[in-house]
């Protein structure tokens, strides 16, 4: 059977934009995490989305600090995800579905529809899963990592 030249160049070049994206998170010194689109893309401002559950297990696998570092972002926001949940009325922590440098939800109301050039209402904002995704990717680093330390620092904090 003949390589899939093309499936190991695609996979190779998202490889490269993981490290690239997340590379200075390595130090641990970055209250950061990998921004949608990594580091090429306009089109969501550099918020941090709930897209992290497809890079956690390469990264937590491959490149545990970078991992470390992403679930410690989200850990620092725990109070304004408990907050926005208890302003709607729920228990627990409620993450942004895009988070803003402070925690808080940065979703915009209106989206520019390109087929229509109208602006629609965007209620993307009320995406409730990413608080899942977020002790899913926890458990995962766990599960690979076995780090205590973090996990009774921050990872017990955040849904692990």
Same mark, same amino acid.
């Given at each position: 059977?003949?390589?899939?030249?093309?499936s190991?160049k695609?996979?190779?070049?998202?490889?490269?934009?993981?490290?690239?994206s997340g590379?200075?998170?390595a130090?641990?010194?970055?209250?950061?995490?990998?921004?949608?689109r990594?580091?090429h893309?306009?089109a969501?401002?550099?918020?941090i989305?709930w897209?992290e559950?497809?890079?956690?297990?390469?990264?937590a696998a491959?490149?545990?600090a970078? +991992?470390k /570092?992403?679930?410690?972002?989200r850990?620092?926001? !725990?109070? =304004?995800?408990q907050?926005?949940?208890?302003?709607? *009325?729920?228990q627990?922590?409620?993450?942004?579905?895009?988070?803003?440098?402070?925690?808080?939800e940065?979703?915009?109301?209106?989206?520019?529809?390109?087929?229509?050039n109208?602006?629609?209402?965007?209620?993307?904002?009320?995406?409730?899963?990413?608080?899942? +995704?977020? /002790?899913y990717?926890?458990?995962?680093?766990d599960? !690979?990592? =076995?780090d205590?330390?973090f996990?009774q620092?921050s *990872?017990e904090?955040?849904?692990?």
């Amino acid at each position: 059977m003949a390589p899939d030249v093309t499936s190991q160049k695609l996979l190779r070049v998202n490889i490269f934009q993981l490290y690239v994206s997340g590379a200075a998170l390595a130090t641990g010194d970055l209250d950061a995490s990998i921004g949608a689109r990594g580091l090429h893309g306009e089109a969501y401002r550099g918020h941090i989305f709930w897209d992290e559950i497809y890079m956690m297990p390469y990264l937590a696998a491959h490149a545990p600090a970078v +991992a470390k /570092a992403m679930l410690t972002y989200r850990a620092k926001r !725990l109070p =304004q995800a408990q907050q926005a949940a208890r302003e709607l *009325g729920y228990q627990g922590a409620m993450y942004p579905w895009q988070s803003g440098a402070d925690g808080s939800e940065q979703s915009q109301r209106l989206h520019l529809n390109p087929l229509t050039n109208q602006f629609d209402p965007d209620e993307s904002n009320r995406q409730r899963h990413v608080s899942l +995704a977020i /002790a899913y990717n926890v458990w995962l680093y766990d599960h !690979l990592n =076995q780090d205590a330390e973090f996990m009774q620092t921050s *990872g017990e904090k955040n849904g692990g």
